[in-house]
């Protein structure tokens, strides 16, 4: 069965990726996306948090001292909760999660940037109270990065409330996510070359089957030529009665003369036994080339 064009093009083509737009990953809280997507933000938002936030902490002291280094410092780490939070509620609407499961752990981490903003250093270390909220804040953050990033989605295609009451379409937006329309097609494609190359090695094989068959029908048909006149000359020899296997053309027919002679019909022989005769005789001279 011959591949169809359209088969054979989508058989060599690649297979398509999204892609999601730089801005919209981290400004942009409508959608969903993959598990890679997420984690390619979350590194990118990691690396630029230290970087600049070591900058900000480096301007700032030299200005201020450690407060204007703790000032700084939580700014930037209040303008780079913004990104997290778009991220995080994109990733969480694929795990079909409510929007306050990212707004919480959100106010705890502003209110934990507000906090050091205002107490950069506290006299004596941390108090108990200090370390219990650090510790709940880092328990939460760990728990929702594993959660979000180790989990696959919770939901195929149905339509969700986004995180600003929109009703939004379930919408494709993973970088490394293949499109199942896509992969559909490309299994339909596999499918039929596989059921071609079948059907090409089935009629290979029966076209070598009947071959086989021909040739040994052949064969069996050349043997039995090759034995009928055997079988013939035995016969006649049989009828004329030349029982030794070394006679002559002159022995021989002088035995058929005889038997011509005592079988003939005008004599009162039988002509069908007259007949064999002849016969015989005629086959006899054709085996040895006799006139």
């Given amino acids: 069965m011959p591949l169809k064009p359209w088969a054979l093009t989508l058989a060599r083509a690649p297979r398509q990726r999204t892609r999601v737009k730089f801005l919209r990953l981290f400004l942009d809280?409508?959608?969903?996306?993959?598990?890679?997507?997420f984690w390619i933000g979350i590194f990118i938002l990691i690396v630029a948090n230290i970087i600049l936030g070591y900058v900000a902490g480096l301007v700032g002291?030299?200005?201020?001292?450690?407060?204007?280094?703790?000032?700084?410092?939580?700014?930037?780490?209040?303008?780079?909760?913004?990104?997290?939070?778009?991220?995080?509620?994109?990733?969480?609407?694929?795990?079909?999660?409510?929007?306050?499961?990212?707004?919480a752990l959100m106010a705890l981490n502003i209110a934990f940037q507000i906090k050091n903003m205002v107490i950069p250093i506290e006299v004596g270390g941390p108090s108990l109270l200090?370390?219990?909220?650090?510790?709940?804040?880092?328990?939460?953050?760990?728990?929702?990065?594993?959660?979000?990033?180790?989990?696959?989605?919770?939901?195929?295609?149905?339509?969700?409330?986004?995180?600003?009451?929109?009703?939004?379409?379930?919408?494709?937006?993973?970088?490394?996510?293949?499109?199942?329309?896509?992969?559909?097609a490309q299994s339909s494609v596999e499918e039929e070359l596989l059921r071609a190359q079948h059907e090409a090695r089935e009629r290979r094989r029966r076209a070598s089957a009947e071959e086989a068959e021909r040739m040994r029908q052949e064969?069996?048909?050349?043997?039995?030529?090759?034995?009928?006149?055997?079988n013939h000359i035995k016969n006649a020899e049989e009828i004329l009665g030349l029982t030794d296997a070394n006679y002559d053309y002159a022995s021989a027919k002088l035995r058929y003369i005889t038997l011509v002679k005592n079988f003939a019909s005008d004599t009162g022989g039988s002509s069908r036994l007259q007949q064999q005769i002849n016969d015989a005789w005629d086959t006899i001279k054709r085996a040895h080339g006799w006139k």
């Fill in 29 to 37: 809280g409508d959608g969903r996306i993959g598990r890679q997507d």
């Fill in 61 to 103: 002291w030299a200005v201020a001292g450690i407060w204007g280094a703790a000032i700084l410092a939580g700014l930037v780490g209040l303008a780079m909760s913004l990104p997290f939070y778009f991220l995080l509620v994109k990733r969480s609407n694929d795990r079909n999660y409510p929007p306050t499961y990212v707004q």
């Fill in 130 to 184: 200090s370390m219990l909220f650090s510790l709940t804040i880092a328990v939460a953050g760990l728990w929702v990065l594993l959660d979000l990033g180790l989990f696959p989605s919770a939901i195929a295609s149905q339509p969700f409330e986004d995180v600003n009451g929109r009703r939004a379409i379930y919408e494709e937006t993973s970088v490394g996510r293949r499109s199942s329309g896509a992969e559909q």
């Fill in 219 to 230: 064969s069996e048909r050349q043997r039995r030529e090759n034995e009928a006149p055997k």
